[in-house]
Structure formats: C-alpha cells, structure tokens
C-alpha cells in the first residue's frame, strides 16, 4: 500500500526566508504527487501536482515542487516566505491501481516570524 | 463556480442528538468524498462515491455513522447518536473524475462539529 510521511510536524521560518518543506512516498512506481495548503478554518487547496515529465514543478503562490525518484522525495520549495503563507501543508499521493482515493500524509504546520 | 458547498459550518449538539451534514459538490463532478480532520488523527477518508455510488465506506467509523447521495448535487452525513468523540472538522471534497489517480479534489470549508 502506499504512503506519504512529513517527516516536520511544524517548521518556522522568518518572513523573506527560504523554505522547504519536505515530502516522501512509498510507492512502486511513479505516482500523482499533490501539495495541498489549509489556512485556518479553511478547507485544503491545491497548490501544484506532478504527474509526469518535467521533475519541477510550479504552482500558486510561488510554491514549487521537486519530484526526485530516486529519493521517493517530493519536498515543497518557495524562495521568500510571506506572513500569509502561514497555515498546514499536506502532501499526497494519488490513487493508484484504479483507485480515486488519495493519500494525504499528516501535515507541517508552518509557523512565520515577523 | 461557488465550489463546494457544505452545511452548516458550525454545529454544537448534545450527546445522543442526531447529526446531519451536507454536501453541494462542484457541478459536474462525479466523485465525492467525505473526511474528518482531528488533531490526533488528521484528515481521515470517511466514505467515498462515484457517479452517487458508495464505493469505499471502510472508513466509516461505526454504525453509527452513515453516508447517502441521492443525486449528483447533494450528499448527507448522518451521525446518530452523536458521541463526544465525534467533535471534529467534517469535510466534503469532490473531482472530476476524469484522471483516476491524478484527480485534483475541492475541499469545501467544512463543518466544525462540536459534541457536548
């Protein structure tokens, strides 16, 4: 069965720092890689998914995604960190095998510091 | 496109009360979703359809809880009767349907269930 883990259950970062959030699956081939951002009281959001082709992705917000196969990694990038930019981020995987029904890992909460 | 619908967003209720969420998917979505964020569990799939079929109700905790569709637009969750365990953040989520796997999914903002 495949899995997702998020290794940082909360990270904090300075407002204009880098960040990086990171991601890793457990799945025999190459699958649908998500990061989804959930600010307070909200439901999830998609930031960007990867499913083929180019390992680097771009999403909203200036969020980007790295797919590295050879370290079952999907780890979340963006250069300079808002204070907006607070809130759970979840990684997941796609349904595979004919499955619709993804797997989110459990989520980092990413603190911002003035 | 006003997404995905869900109703009410706040509920208080007493133990041993029914419960009842709702679910309007975006339009022309074939697969819906039900989850529930706690903290201590995270985000939990309860029950997911397709094209108004139950397909996969293994996360349904007990008996006590029960999912319907009974057209494209609409879905209920129904809690009876509703325990303290229970007080969580009831989400609603549903795709297109056309990428399997790859499927993006809308969440609505959730129902913050709260039982006393």
């Known amino acids: 069965a495949q899995s997702v883990t998020q290794p940082d259950i909360h990270i904090t970062v300075s407002e204009g720092a880098s960040l990086e959030l990171r991601c890793n699956y457990s799945y025999g081939a190459t699958p649908y890689l998500f990061w989804y951002v959930q600010s307070p009281g909200q439901g999830l959001q998609l930031l960007l998914k990867?499913?083929?082709?180019?390992?680097l992705v771009q999403g909203i917000k200036g969020f980007e995604a790295e797919f590295k196969r050879s370290q079952s990694s999907f780890n979340l990038r963006k250069p300079s960190v808002h204070w907006s930019d607070a809130a759970e981020y979840f990684c997941a995987v796609g349904g595979t095998g004919g499955s619709y029904i993804p797997t989110f890992g459990r989520g980092t909460s990413l603190i911002v510091h003035p | 496109d006003a997404g995905v619908i869900q109703s009410p967003r706040h509920e208080v209720t007493e133990m041993g009360q029914e419960v009842t969420l709702r679910c309007k998917p975006i339009?022309?979505?074939?697969?819906l979703f039900w989850y529930r964020q706690t903290m201590m569990r995270g985000l939990e799939l309860l029950i997911y359809?397709?094209?108004?079929?139950?397909?996969?109700d293994s996360g349904m905790p007990e008996d006590r809880f029960s999912a319907k569709m009974p057209n494209a637009s609409f879905s209920t969750l129904k809690i009876q009767p509703s325990e303290p365990r229970d007080s969580a953040v009831y989400f609603c989520?549903?795709?297109?349907?056309?990428?399997?796997?790859?499927?993006?999914?809308?969440f609505g903002p959730g129902t913050r269930l709260t039982v006393l």
């Open positions: 990867y499913f083929s082709g180019d390992t």
């Open positions: 359809f397709n094209n108004n079929v139950p397909i996969d």
């Open positions: 339009s022309g979505h074939n697969s």
């Open positions: 989520a549903s795709t297109l349907g056309a990428s399997g796997g790859g499927d993006t999914q809308y």
